[in-house]
């Protein structure tokens, strides 16, 4: 579950919570002020057909939260 797989670049070891995570949060600390210019996002389901993210908010440096909708768990998003 380690949030370094949040940037890794394989979907394969993709970061998850350890339980259900309907409040989960990913906070990184880059060490220095740096430009995002995109960033992506996928959901998953588990067998069941639960925990589908069907939002995702993104706030840089405590500015207020942008949300943004992904509503297809099989679909990737890419965020520019």
């Given amino acids: 579950f380690s949030a370094v797989r949040a940037l890794d670049d ?3 070891t993709e970061w998850a919570t350890n339980g259900e995570g309907d409040a989960a949060r990913l906070e990184l600390d880059l060490g220095q002020t740096r430009r995002l210019t995109a960033f992506a996002f996928r959901s998953r389901s588990r067998t069941d057909g639960t925990a589908i993210i069907t939002r995702v ?3 840089l440096d405590g500015a207020a ?3 943004f909708d992904t509503p ?3 679909q990737l998003y890419l965020f520019t």
């Fill in 72 to 74: 297809d768990h099989r």
């Fill in 57 to 59: 908010g993104l706030s």
């Fill in 10 to 12: 394989d979907f394969v």
């Fill in 65 to 67: 939260e942008q949300v």
